[in-house]
């Protein structure tokens, strides 16, 4: 999973506290998709966002989740308000070009434990 | 949901070939096969990815049947390192997300 860099791996935050996650994508890669795997299941589809824009948000939940991948910087998960039922890891992943059958490469993800 | 159909778990002696098999019967003709594999604690890691026609790379190879019902993916010399879980996914070439199943999990054994 080299090239994907996410921070931090493990978080803790109490209920009701934010948790900002991170994605910095791999060199040259400009289209960034977010993930999450609750214990036990697989990944289910966050959000997925090109530089500025988000593209497709239908995986998001609807309160208190947002993301961003801003013109310069990384791309930023963030949930407010935390409560128990975030507990997951949550995985970020780019490609090249979105919409031409490349492969989407997988950071090692980020941790989230809620107190 | 997830289009594909993998058996949930299989094992395999260090050394030998791993053959994993994946249904996809509801494929349609713009969705490409993809396989990866996550090893515990870690992301998913790409393997491999094939239209219709067989692919090899360093890490596997994929045959897809004519039909495109179905695929393999191969692991030609397993070793304990490849004891992970292994994710057959059909996505849409113009698609934006990978919709992951359960998987197989593939044990190698010394």
């Known amino acids: 999973n080299a090239g994907v860099m996410q921070n931090p791996r493990h978080l803790v935050r109490r209920r009701g506290q934010e948790a900002r996650l991170r994605c910095s994508p791999m060199?040259?890669?400009?289209?960034v998709y977010w993930y999450r795997q609750l214990p036990e299941e697989g990944l289910k589809f966050m959000v997925y966002?090109?530089?500025?824009?988000?593209?497709?948000e239908s995986g998001m939940p609807k309160e208190r989740f947002s993301a961003e991948f801003p013109k310069e910087g990384p791309s930023i998960l963030r949930i407010q308000q935390v409560v128990r039922g975030d507990s997951a890891a949550y995985f970020c992943?780019?490609?090249?070009?979105?919409?031409?059958?490349?492969?989407?490469?997988f950071g090692d993800g980020t941790r989230l434990s809620i107190l | 949901d997830a289009k594909t159909t993998q058996p949930p778990s299989m094992d395999c002696a260090e050394g030998r070939a791993a053959n994993l098999p994946c249904n996809h019967s509801?494929?349609?003709?713009?969705?490409?096969v993809y396989w990866y594999r996550q090893i515990h604690s870690q992301g998913p890691q790409y393997i491999i990815h094939?239209?219709?026609n067989n692919e090899t790379n360093e890490m596997a190879s994929l045959i897809i049947t004519e039909d495109r019902k179905s695929s393999t993916l191969i692991l030609p010399h397993a070793t304990l390192r490849d004891t992970a879980v292994y994710y057959c996914?059909?996505?849409?070439?113009?698609?934006?997300?990978?919709?992951f199943g359960p998987g197989t999990r593939l044990s190698v054994l010394p």
């Open positions: 094939g239209l219709k």
């Open positions: 509801t494929i349609s003709g713009n969705e490409y």
């Open positions: 992943a780019s490609s090249p070009r979105g919409g031409d059958g490349q492969p989407q490469h």
């Open positions: 060199k040259g890669h400009s289209h």
């Open positions: 966002l090109q530089k500025e824009n988000i593209i497709d």
């Open positions: 996914i059909v996505k849409p070439i113009y698609g934006q997300n990978f919709v």
